[in-house]
């Protein structure tokens, strides 16, 4: 999948192909998988944001290979980039409103 976005100046910017990252609505709901297989982006990503290191990514998951774990964090990224999520206000004291 090679994604293209709109800079701030109106220019296209690419970022490198992935080919790694599929898309299928007969696998995990359609949810963005590594190559096809039942391993979510969400599940990478969230594994490394836990502290996981790759080389524990890959004990719990020796299907997967390092570049399976960098595309899913460039994805990650790229699509945060692409959707603005509404976060949740934060009032006096880090109280949230």
Request: aromatic share 6%.
């Amino acid at each position: 999948m090679e994604v293209e976005r709109l800079d701030s100046n109106k220019k296209q910017a690419t970022v490198r192909e992935l080919t790694r990252i599929t898309l299928d609505p007969e696998v995990m709901g359609g949810k963005p998988c590594i190559r096809g297989m039942r391993v979510t982006v969400g599940t990478v990503v969230g594994l490394v944001a836990s502290g996981y290191s790759a080389e524990d990514i890959l004990r719990l998951y020796p299907y997967l290979e390092e570049e399976d774990i960098r595309e899913a964090l460039a994805y990650a990224a790229w699509r945060v980039e692409e959707i603005e999520a509404p976060m949740a206000r934060q009032g006096k004291a880090g109280d949230r409103a």
